[in-house]
């Protein structure tokens, strides 16, 4: 249900002034120390950013997916991972759950990760399947009152941190595509559910990923997901088209911001005895960051629209991801280019975003599976 107008302007600007004065002042520390302070962890959970897309009932805000990217378009102004940490309890991790859960399913789990007290996982990406998702080869073998799952996922978001995983596992092993996959909600401790090390990564320091192994790992029946199997692969799906498009808010958030840091940068650095914002070639930069972020947000702030009146939005928040990915891509390389010599040191923080936005184009989908969901749509909706 959507907010008033005068609840949801109050929870922006709590979001816009947490963001500047509480997190940009902690990013450098985020990033050399590889982790968020508790205390900010808390804060966060306070404010009611773990569960701004689990519906009210449950305990979440239960915004609107346009009052959702609207969040993202604040919260995305500071270093990721802060978003990452309350990312997968909006998005993937628990969206599974909304849109194909049982009821006891959803009482059980959502109030828990709407409150932060407990971060979920959402474990597709395995080391023999990442783009081609539906070749994945964990198995969920049924075992007496439930089923025994065998696998590895690769590069789990929070799984580190993670009390709940959905967990996709192929049920059937006559099928081998899509239609053979089940989900399954697996807590964190069950035996036979091992994490690998943290991994090393390029960017997004303070964010943490690692193996997800299962051996021999017993869950009961009712941990299928919606408690029918063979639905798993079309639940992903249906997950990353919504998780597409906040990731989409967040790269015009990066971009934003980092537009703010050039122009004030470019306004204050002199060099041939004028600030170099007078100059016409780095005008020309800001502008073409400035109408790309402008086009992005538009981008999304439309699919997010169509998407809350039901409509069927997987091209658009493909085309979406597709293009603020890429465009904050170029942004960040023109903000370390107005930087010059400064943009490559990191004291400045720059060539930090420009590290951290590398993986937009990567994760929920690569710029090239989205390419492919866009025209294979466009196809379908020509016959
Ligand atoms: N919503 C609902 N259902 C969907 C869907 C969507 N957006 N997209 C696909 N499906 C359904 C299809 O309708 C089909 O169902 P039926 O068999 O009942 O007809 C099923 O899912 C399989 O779809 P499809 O045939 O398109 O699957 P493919 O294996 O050919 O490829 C792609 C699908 C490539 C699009 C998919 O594997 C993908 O998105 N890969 C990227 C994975 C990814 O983003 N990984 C990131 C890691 S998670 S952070």
Redesign the pocket.
């Known amino acids: 249900m959507a907010l008033d107008q005068e609840t949801m302007q109050g929870l922006l600007e709590t979001v816009s002034r947490f963001v500047r004065e509480r997190l940009k002042p902690l990013e450098h520390q985020v990033a050399d120390e590889d982790a968020i302070p508790p205390d900010v962890r808390r804060e966060i959970a306070e404010l009611g950013l773990f569960g701004l897309s689990i519906p009210e009932e449950f305990g979440g805000l239960g915004l609107t997916m346009e009052e959702e990217v609207q969040v993202a378009f604040e919260l995305g102004k500071t270093s990721p991972a802060f978003r990452s940490l309350v990312g997968t309890n909006n998005g993937?991790g628990s969206q599974g759950l909304i849109l194909d859960g049982t009821e006891e399913q959803k009482r059980r789990y959502l109030p828990r990760l709407a409150s932060g007290e407990l971060i979920s996982s959402?474990a597709?990406?395995e080391p023999e399947a990442?783009?081609?998702?539906?070749s994945l080869k964990t198995m969920a073998t049924r075992v007496n009152g439930g089923y025994a799952i065998n696998g590895t996922k690769r590069f789990i978001?929070n799984a580190p941190h993670a009390g709940l995983f959905t967990v996709f596992a192929r049920t059937d092993p006559e099928q081998p595509?899509?239609?053979g996959v089940s989900a399954f909600l697996v807590e964190a401790g069950t035996p036979g559910l091992i994490l690998g090390p943290n991994d090393r990564k390029m960017g997004q320091k303070g964010s943490h990923t690692c193996d997800v192994i299962f051996e021999d790992c017993h869950v009961p029946a009712d941990a299928l997901l919606g408690e029918r199997e063979g639905q798993g692969?079309?639940t992903?799906?249906?997950v990353?088209?919504r998780?597409r498009l906040h990731i989409s808010a967040i790269c015009v958030a990066m971009a934003e911001r980092l537009i703010e840091d050039s122009l004030r940068y470019a306004m204050e650095r002199k060099q041939f005895g004028q600030p170099i914002a007078e100059f016409q070639l780095v005008q020309a930069m800001l502008a073409d960051s400035r109408t790309e972020a402008y086009a992005a947000r538009c981008m999304v702030l439309e699919t997010a629209r169509r998407k809350d009146r039901l409509e069927d939005v997987?091209t658009e928040a493909a085309c979406s991801k597709l293009f603020a990915s890429e465009m904050v891509g170029r942004v960040a390389d023109r903000a370390v280019q107005i930087h010059g010599g400064a943009g490559y040191m990191a004291d400045y923080g720059v060539e930090r975003f420009y590290r951290d936005a590398r993986l937009f184009r990567i994760?929920?989908?690569?710029s090239q599976?989205q390419q492919?969901?866009i025209a294979?749509n466009m196809a379908k909706e020509l016959s």
Do not use: H, N, W
């Open positions: 993937i959402f597709l990406t990442g783009s081609d998702a539906a978001t595509g899509a239609r692969f079309r992903a799906m249906k990353l088209d998780g997987a994760y929920e989908g690569t599976i492919l969901v294979r």
